[in-house]
């Protein structure tokens, strides 16, 4: 999809946080918002709605893609569940959707809601509002060796391993803060900055590296909106080649066209490591 291709498609004008000029390294508390450290600088920029393009995007060209793929899940409640039924679904879907030879799902998921009170009720973090990658060089390798058992070897024998996000949003559209999710050929990872993020699991300190985005002109923004939980966004959350291209910058932000009385949010986010034999 090229520059001009994009005439007439809808869009909106909406604020999002790009990373500040700091000499403070950022960190983000995933489960309390206040004791967050981030340099954000909020710009307001154009978000086109990918339902509305000329060409759907894809995982290969634009790094992203929606997909049709209901879960076999009723509800999204039950941890061990979701661990069990909808991870394993989500590696199949992956598969097909990139041609990778396997997938290794990253243990782990994320429910997050835009309700405060459900939100302390169901202790889940906010939508994270603020430009990043899930990743960056250092931690992509960590989360890898964690997926595959320990076992950096067997990574080494492949020589294309994508981390690759999936979000799927769980209320009804329209949705007051989507995700978007910015065209891969329009970054670069000189775009990145790395911080810290910081969550407790079973009363345990977990610390890993994020990537936050420097603002830059070249960025095309993107969003689907009206999601619902049938479909799933797929994109591409880090590139552990030896020789790594660009990722999916991705944010959640305010949708300005959303009325007052669409339901508040709540989303799942996994993530999964697509691996190629050549």
Known sequence: MSRASVKGVRSVRAAVNYAADSPERGLYEIFDDDRSRLPLRTETIEIRDARTAPEAPTLEREGFVLLDAPSSLSGFADPDT????????????IKAAYGADHVWMQPGHVIRVTDPSERTERRTPDAARFLHLDYSADSARRFLEHAIGYDPEIAARHPRIFAVNTWRCLTPPPQDVPLAVCDKRTSSLDDLVV???????DGA??????????PNPAHEWWYYSDMRPHELLVFKGWDLCPSPTSCTLHGA??????PTSAPLRASIEARGFAVFEE
Do not use: G, Y
């Open 195 to 201: 911080a810290d993020a910081h969550h407790e699991v």
């Open 253 to 258: 932000f305010s949708d300005p066209s959303c």
């Open 82 to 93: 979701v661990e069990s039924v909808h991870l394993p679904e989500l590696a199949e879907t």
């Open 205 to 214: 300190h977990v610390s890993f590296e994020i990537s936050l985005v420097r």
